[in-house]
């Protein structure tokens, strides 16, 4: 049975940091990543991590300031986002997919999802 968990999520200050986890369960997947979706928006492809090389994919507007990792020993995926702005706030939301192919940013390339944690910034 495969769960993925979020946790993390709250009120941030413009400026300030936040650190999702999310607690996978059930298989180990070749991708992991975070989506995000702001009211009345998409949802768009925040960053992904391929676990095999561990190469990671970023958002044009969050490189550089957020950071994808994953804990192979806990299962446990997370999303480190500094220096953020209220255009960050949104829920987010884990997703795994079994073989990540093509763009790691697209979510039909995901077979997983958690329920979603927010994330607000003022």
Same mark, same amino acid.
């Given at each position: 049975h495969v769960q993925l +968990? $979020? *946790?993390?999520g709250g009120s941030a200050l413009a400026g300030g940091s936040v650190r999702l986890s999310c607690a996978a369960s059930g298989y &180990?997947?070749? &991708?992991y990543s975070w989506f995000r979706q702001a009211p009345g928006q998409e949802r768009e492809g925040v960053a992904a991590i391929d676990t095999?090389?561990?190469? #990671?994919?970023?958002?044009? *507007? +969050? $490189?550089?300031?957020? #950071?994808? *990792?994953?804990d192979f020993d806990k299962n446990t995926l997370y999303l480190q986002m500094n220096n953020l702005t209220p255009e960050? #706030?949104?829920?987010?939301f884990c !997703?795994?997919?079994?073989?990540g192919k093509g763009s790691r940013l !697209?979510?039909?390339?995901?077979?997983?999802?958690?329920?979603? &944690?927010? +994330?607000? +910034?003022?």
């Open positions: +968990v $979020e *946790s993390g &180990t997947f070749n &991708t095999g090389d561990s190469s #990671t994919y970023y958002l044009n *507007s +969050v $490189e550089g300031r957020f #950071t994808i *990792s994953k960050d #706030t949104a829920m987010y !997703a795994a997919a079994y073989n !697209a979510d039909g390339a995901y077979e997983y999802w958690g329920q979603g &944690t927010q +994330v607000t +910034v003022s």
